[in-house]
C-alpha cells in the first residue's frame, strides 16, 4: 500500500492532479491537469446518464447554474429555501401527481465549495452534479433507502478497489426549525475509505417540502449531490493506493485512453506495412467510439517495447494492442492487460467483437 506522498507524485508526475501534501493525510491546492480533467470529463458523462431503475423517468432538464449558497456546508436542506427550487418543486407536484413514476431532474450548479476531508481544492469555486428525486410521499423511505443502494454500487464499478465504500448517516448540524422543514426525514453520505482517512463522495437527502401553507406535502424529494471535482480526485487517488506495481488501475469506461497500439519492428528501419497496418486498426478500434492513445509506440527492441508499454499503464490506459511483423501474415495481435501485464493472442477479424464485449 503506498503513502499518500507516493501517491500524490505519481498523479503529478503523470499529469493527472497537483497540489501539496501536509501532514502525510491532507492535500491542499488540489487541482485536475490534463489527464485528470479528461477522467473528469468522462465521470461527468457517465452521471449524466445515470437512470433510477424504479421505472420511466422524466428528465426536465440538465442545465448550469450558477449558485452562491454553499448547502453542503451550512445545511443539506438549504436549498429549500431557494425561489427557483420552490418553483421547480410546485410543477414537479402538480405533474406527479398525475403519474405513477418519479420525476427526476437534473442539474450542474457551480458553488464556494472548496474543502472536504482529504482534499482543498485549489479553486475556490466546484461543480455540483445535483439529481432531484420527485414522487409520492408514501414511497419516499422506500426509494430512499434504495437509492442509497444504488448509488453505493454505482461507485463501487467505477473502483479500482471496491470495497473501500460505505454509507454512513449523517445528522444535521444546522437543519433549521421552520414548519416547512419538519418532515425532514434522514441524510446519508455515499464514503471512500483510504488508509489515511475518508472522503466523501455523494450525499442523498429525503425531505419533506412544504409549501403553499400545505399540511400534507403532496410528493416527496430525494436529493443526490456530488462535488465533481472531489469524487474525482477521490477516484484517482483508489486507481493508485493499492497497486503493487507502478499503474494507475483506471476504470476502462472513464479512463482518458481506453487503448494504446505498439509496433515490433525487425531492423534498424521503421517497417511501413506495419505502420499501415497499426493506422487501419486504429480506424477500426475509433469506429466503436473508443479513446486511442495518440501516439502510436514503434520499437525494433523487445525490451524498449516493453518499458514505452509500462508508461502507458502509468497513464492509466486498460488496453494495449500489440503488432509484430509477422502479423502482416497471419492478421494475428496480442492484447496486452494493463492491470496483470499478460497478453492473449487475437485475430484482426476479432478484435471489433473482442473490444466491443470489453467496453460495454
Known amino acids: 500500500m503506498k503513502s499518500l506522498k507516493h501517491m500524490l507524485n505519481l498523479l503529478q508526475k503523470n499529469k493527472f492532479l497537483c497540489g ?18 479528461k477522467f473528469m470529463y468522462q465521470l461527468l458523462e457517465k452521471w449524466r446518464h445515470i437512470n433510477c431503475d424504479w421505472g420511466k423517468v422524466d428528465f426536465l432538464n440538465s442545465n448550469v447554474r450558477n449558485s452562491a449558497d454553499n448547502e453542503m456546508r451550512e445545511s443539506r436542506v438549504s436549498f429549500l429555501n431557494c425561489k427557483d427550487f420552490q418553483k421547480h418543486y410546485l410543477d414537479c407536484a ?38 432531484d428525486y420527485f414522487l409520492q410521499t408514501s414511497l419516499g423511505l422506500e426509494k430512499f433507502y434504495k437509492l442509497q443502494r444504488e448509488r453505493k454500487i454505482w461507485w463501487m464499478r467505477l473502483s ?62 430525494i436529493r443526490s449531490s456530488i462535488n465533481l471535482e472531489i469524487a474525482t480526485t477521490a477516484l484517482l487517488l483508489d486507481a493508485v ?35 499501415d497496418l497499426c493506422l487501419h486498426i486504429c480506424h477500426i478500434i475509433r469506429k466503436l467510439g473508443l479513446r486511442v492513445y ?19 499503464d502509468l497513464l492509466g490506459i486498460p488496453y494495449a494492442i500489440l503488432i509484430e511483423k509477422d502479423s502482416l501474415k497471419t492478421g494475428l495481435l496480442k492484447l496486452r492487460n494493463r492491470d496483470s501485464s499478460l497478453a492473449e493472442t487475437i485475430h484482426i477479424s476479432d478484435i471489433k ?5 470489453i467496453f460495454t
Open 20 to 37: 501539496d501534501l501536509v501532514d502525510g493525510n491532507k492535500i491542499l491546492n488540489v487541482g485536475l491537469e490534463e489527464n485528470g480533467q
Open 94 to 131: 402538480r405533474k406527479a401527481q398525475r403519474l405513477s413514476y418519479p420525476i427526476l431532474m437534473k442539474s450542474i450548479a457551480v458553488k464556494e465549495e472548496r474543502n472536504a476531508s482529504l482534499v482543498t481544492l485549489k479553486a475556490i469555486s466546484s461543480r455540483k452534479l445535483i439529481s
Open 160 to 221: 479500482a478497489n471496491p470495497s473501500r465504500f460505505f454509507v454512513e448517516p449523517f445528522k444535521d448540524p444546522n437543519v433549521t426549525t421552520h414548519d416547512k422543514f419538519q418532515h425532514i426525514n434522514q441524510s446519508i453520505t455515499v464514503k471512500s475509505r483510504f488508509a489515511f482517512g475518508s472522503e466523501d463522495m455523494e450525499a442523498i437527502t429525503l425531505a419533506y417540502p412544504q409549501y403553499e401553507n400545505s399540511t400534507n406535502p403532496p410528493i416527496c424529494l
Open 241 to 275: 493506493e493499492n497497486n503493487q506495481r507502478l499503474l494507475i488501475s483506471l476504470n476502462r469506461k472513464l479512463a482518458p485512453f481506453q487503448c494504446a497500439l505498439a509496433c515490433l519492428h525487425e531492423g534498424d528501419k521503421l517497417n511501413k506495412d506495419l505502420i
Open 294 to 312: 495518440d501516439r502510436h509506440i514503434h520499437q525494433s527492441n523487445y525490451s524498449t517495447l516493453i518499458e514505452e508499454l509500462k508508461r502507458t
Open 353 to 357: 467483437t473482442y473490444l466491443f464485449g
